[in-house]
């Protein structure tokens, strides 16, 4: 089955505690991408890439970082500097042609403790 | 900067034809308009995407007019699954003409009622 695998579906963040959120895709897409969404705020762009070992900032890239060792893999870390963690984390991937077609995974349902 | 805006929330009854209409400015000249349909705690999924005039597919159609400021989704014959947020997605242009970045919509709650 081709797609997009996040984990874990639940998250807890503890105060001052770094944690990563996993996203793996078997579409062979070189483009992926981390949104944030929020309720009533659709969905926010934080960091994207068009190929392995290159990424770029969205527009809400401050308190998280991401890494693209592999095709297949983009991790994102919410860091300790991240103040309001708290949100659904949605993990898409694309050919980079077509951008506007996103394979979406299940998302990640972040939470403080 | 493009912006988007589309109605935050819509009621219909099954059975019924819905249409959904983002309003869009400032959007690249050579992008496709795209629409998404996400349910509560999964992930958005693509619906359709267009140029301009219609197109058609198995779940739904979108127009688009000449001036491509807005595009509408229209659903016919809707049923309680179609109960779902609806996203319109545009590409941003810069001065120069090119595509800068993907703008998405704030979503349309749509509630389909027995």
């Known amino acids: 089955d081709g797609g997009i695998t996040q984990s874990p579906k639940y998250l807890f963040r503890k105060e001052g505690q770094n944690v990563t959120l996993s996203c793996e895709q078997n579409l062979n897409h070189d483009a992926m991408y981390w949104y944030r969404q929020d309720p009533g705020q659709g969905l926010r762009l934080i960091y994207y890439s068009q190929i392995v070992n290159d990424f770029q900032k969205g527009d809400i890239a401050e308190g998280y970082s991401v890494s693209r060792e592999k095709k297949e893999s983009f991790p994102l870390t919410v860091t300790s500097a991240q103040k309001n963690p708290t949100a659904f984390y949605l993990c898409?991937?694309?050919?980079?042609?077509?951008?506007?077609?996103?394979?979406f995974g299940a998302g990640t349902r972040l939470s403080v403790l | 900067l493009a912006k988007t805006t589309q109605p935050i929330s819509m009621d219909s009854y099954e059975g019924q034809e819905v249409n959904i209409t983002c309003s869009h400015n400032n959007i690249a000249t050579n992008d496709y308009i795209t629409w998404y349909q996400q349910f509560p705690s999964q992930g958005p999924r693509f619906i359709i995407q267009g140029y301009k005039t219609k197109v058609t597919n198995e779940v739904a159609s979108l127009f688009i007019p000449a001036d491509r400021k807005s595009s509408t989704l229209s659903l016919p014959r809707v049923s309680l699954s179609d109960t779902a947020v609806y996203y319109c997605l545009v590409g941003d242009m810069d001065g120069a003409g090119n595509n800068r970045k993907l703008i998405w919509g704030l979503g349309t709650s749509l509630a389909v009622n027995p």
């Open positions: 898409a991937s694309s050919i980079v042609i077509a951008k506007n077609i996103q394979y």
